[in-house]
């Protein structure tokens, strides 16, 4: 019980998605057209790109990015390009992903750089790119992933959609990167002309990198074609997992596919309770943009996706409201909780910094772009 308690803890969504569940079903008690309404291509899809992404990230794929980092002098320069690495890397391997690959590396940068004091703010800034650059593309977060396969929209009709607030964000962005080195914009960092941080390819591994490349694109193929034979991509990910590195199957974050679950089994049978469906369908309705940034704030906004989409009549509100929710707390977004989890294995005496610190950052920006995006989704 004490392992159970502490897994529960460690893994906040996951508890509240099973509370959700739970609930949802003392609410309306579960039939059999329960397994209908759960989206099996949506949580098939996300497991080939968690399995694949966590091969990437085992096998370095980034490495000549990282590689690049740490020849950059300028703290100035330094933070631009680890900042917008996350906002475009963000685009094609998820948020969380990026956040995953490149605020490890920004802390052990600054830290050789002795600039220990740039990392808060840059890490929270990393967090605003990864929200910001990934709502561009259909797989840039998990929400992206399920509205786009629920909504019939082409791909460039997505990123058409998404695009007027992404270049907004990126504009706004490199001005709040440049802002802490606003007094010398020169600064240097320090760092040795010989250090490297990106690690090594291992020559025996050239297989299962070359396996992982392929594979990533038959997926954002599997995604942007909406071929019906999704399927076959699934059991060709899996097989070729399992013959070249069976170990990463055992990685793959299953814990994110079973708090999927949960919300899909939340959301049936909430919307399935007669009065609840009422409320909600008078209430989200042209109000999508509103309620994408409130609910998030409560239970996340890849759950708040799955509860919310099927009483949205505008797409585009509900978007740009899910993909700002993550500015206004760190609840907000599950990539924010990634972002302060790998902060605080660093630095575990500075928890509530990270919050303060982040707080500020994020809702600054979010003060800017909450306008636009709702002017624009209108």
Known sequence: MNKVIKFLKKEPMLTVSVAAAAVAMIITPPTPSLLKDIDIRTLATLFMMLTVLEGFKQEN??????????????????????VFSVFFSSMFVTNDVSLI?????????????????????????????????????PFGSPQNLFIFGQSGMSAFGFIKM??????????????????????????????????????????????????YLVLFCMIIW??????????????????AVLITDRKILIKTDYVLLLTFLCFFIFSSLIASNQGIHDFLKNAVAGHEYAWG?????????????????????NH?????????????????????????????????????????????????????VVIPGYLISR
């Open 293 to 313: 940034i409130l609910l998030s704030q409560v239970i996340s906004n890849v759950p708040a996706s799955i509860v919310l989409f099927k009483f949205s009549e």
């Open 61 to 82: 794929i980034f490495k000549p990015v990282l590689e690049l980092a740490g020849r950059i002098r300028s703290c100035a320069g330094l933070s631009m390009f680890l």
């Open 222 to 239: 599997t995604i942007v074609s909406r071929t019906p034979l999704w399927y076959i991509s699934v059991i060709i990910t899996a097989a």
């Open 316 to 368: 585009m509100a509900l978007l740009y409201g899910l993909d700002s929710a993550g500015l206004c707390s760190l609840i907000g977004s599950l990539a924010s909780v990634i972002n302060y989890r790998i902060y605080v294995r660093e630095y575990p005496e500075n928890g509530g910094r990270f919050i303060k610190i982040f707080t500020l950052i994020s809702l600054a920006f979010f003060a800017f």
């Open 101 to 137: 690959i490149f605020v490890p590396l920004t802390i052990i940068l600054f830290r050789a750089a002795d600039k220990e004091k740039y990392i808060l703010p840059i890490i929270t800034m990393e967090n605003i790119a990864a929200v910001r650059g990934s709502l561009l593309t």
């Open 162 to 211: 998404m695009f007027p607030i992404w270049i907004i964000s990126s504009v706004l962005l490199a001005l709040f990167v440049l802002f802490p080195y606003r007094k010398d914009i020169k600064e240097k960092n320090g760092i040795a002309d010989n250090e490297s941080f990106s690690g090594e390819w291992e020559k025996d591994r050239r297989v299962q990198r070359i396996v």
